[in-house]
Antibody, heavy 120, light 110 residues
Framework: QVQLVESGGGVAQPGGSLRLSCAAS????????MHWVRQAPGKGLEWVTF????????YYADSVKGRFTISRDNSKNTLYLQMSGLRPEDSAVYYC?????????????WGQGTLVTVSS | QSALTQPASVSGSPGQSITISCTGT?????????VSWYQQHPGRAPKLMIY???NRPSGISSRFSGSKSGNTASLTISGLQAEDESDFYC??????????FGGGTKLTVL
């Protein structure tokens, strides 16, 4: 079955950096586009970024553009999110979510997420 | 990339029906049939309930249904049950190759 294990979360200082990873299994990772979606404590869901199956297309929410970089290593079935210039408002649980297929635009499998806290 | 607009809370008694609205623009909800809905219980990951406006994934009860008119999508839950009490989020694909969520609606079963 589909498994998504996010890691790399923790505490970072404002202006600092963190790299999140998402180890995927149970599906052909290299055939699927991927997203990061986040949820601040007690708040709603926010889409963060998308990467196509081979990494050529990348899209970002305005709130993270220029600060976050999505990437993937299909040989390792792993998705990454490099976060820099962190702000307190980036504090959230970060989920990696597969895009179900071509011409699909929803999120059907979610991991348990990894918590990022930005605080001095 | 403004969030879609949902009511902060809705409530209903067991057995009743409720509807949660989700309002966007012609650049998201109004422009595409790519609205989806998610249920989230406290401390749990979101769960897909409806995709492409009105389609239910396998295993989702027929008590959940979705629709769209213009720039507004709706989720209707019929025959409310205690276990339906949770948060619900709508989402849409947008014209600039991004996705947007609603602010979330807390459903209370009285």
């Amino acid at each position: 079955q589909v498994q998504l294990v996010e890691s790399g979360g923790g505490v970072a200082q404002p202006g600092g950096s963190l790299r999140l990873s998402c180890a995927a299994s149970g599906f052909s990772f290299s055939r699927y586009s991927m997203h990061w979606v986040r949820q601040a404590p007690g708040k709603g869901l926010e889409w963060v970024t998308f990467i196509s199956d081979h990494g050529k297309q990348k899209y970002y929410a305005d709130s993270v553009k220029g600060r976050f970089t999505i990437s993937r290593d299909n040989s390792k079935n792993t998705l990454y999110l490099q976060m820099s210039g962190l702000r307190p408002e980036d504090s959230a649980v970060y989920y990696c979510v597969p895009n179900p297929g071509v011409e699909t635009y929803y999120f059907d499998y979610w991991g348990q997420g990894t918590l990022v806290t930005v605080s001095s | 990339q403004s969030a879609l607009t949902q009511p902060a809370s809705v409530s209903g008694s067991p057995g009743q029906s409720i509807t949660i609205s989700c309002t966007g623009t012609s650049s998201d909800i109004g422009g595409y049939n790519y609205v989806s809905w998610y249920q989230q219980h406290p401390g749990r990951a979101p769960k897909l309930m409806i995709y492409d406006v009105s389609n239910r994934p396998s295993g989702i009860s027929s008590r959940f249904s979705g629709s769209k008119s213009g720039n507004t999508a709706s989720l209707t839950i019929s025959g409310l049950q205690a276990e339906d009490e949770s948060d619900f989020y709508c989402s849409s694909y947008t014209a600039i190759n991004t996705w947007v969520f609603g602010g979330g609606t807390k459903l209370t079963v009285l």
